[in-house]
């Protein structure tokens, strides 16, 4: 088990920004991926972004250039920046983690966060 604490999530309004932050508790594999989900009301879960052991990163078409994905090492702490909200972004956020780094692509990471709330008002 990897415990994944979520904070972060809240209401804002459109064009604003917002942080959120995944505490890893206990994680120690040499190769992993780790990501970030989002769920709309009414839509598929999708992935946002990836960040994988070697530092490479990917993300969804409609987060590049306003989303930032980055693992702060020594603390252990996974965070996405999302600035320019818009009302699109409204979603359950889910940080997720595997110690492989197809899982994160494919959807099926075997850890999850509690999931943190995003709701952006025009």
């Known amino acids: 088990q990897v415990p994944l604490v979520e904070s972060g999530g809240g209401s804002v309004q459109a064009g604003e920004s917002l942080r959120l932050s995944c505490a890893i508790i206990?994680?120690?594999?040499?190769?992993?991926?780790l990501a970030w989900f989002r769920q709309a009301p009414g839509k598929e879960r999708e992935v946002v972004a990836i960040?994988?052991?070697?530092?490479?990163?990917l993300y969804v078409e409609p987060a590049k250039g306003r989303f930032t994905i980055s693992l702060d090492n020594a603390k252990n702490i996974l965070y996405l920046q999302m600035n320019s909200l818009n009302p699109e972004d409204t979603a359950m956020y889910y940080c997720?983690?595997?110690?492989?780094?197809?899982?994160?692509?494919?959807?099926?990471?075997?850890?999850w966060g509690q999931g943190a709330q995003v709701t952006v008002s025009s």
């Open positions: 997720a983690a595997d110690p492989t780094y197809r899982a994160c692509y494919s959807g099926s990471p075997r850890y």
């Open positions: 206990e994680y120690s594999h040499d190769t992993y991926c």
């Open positions: 960040i994988y052991d070697d530092g490479d990163t």
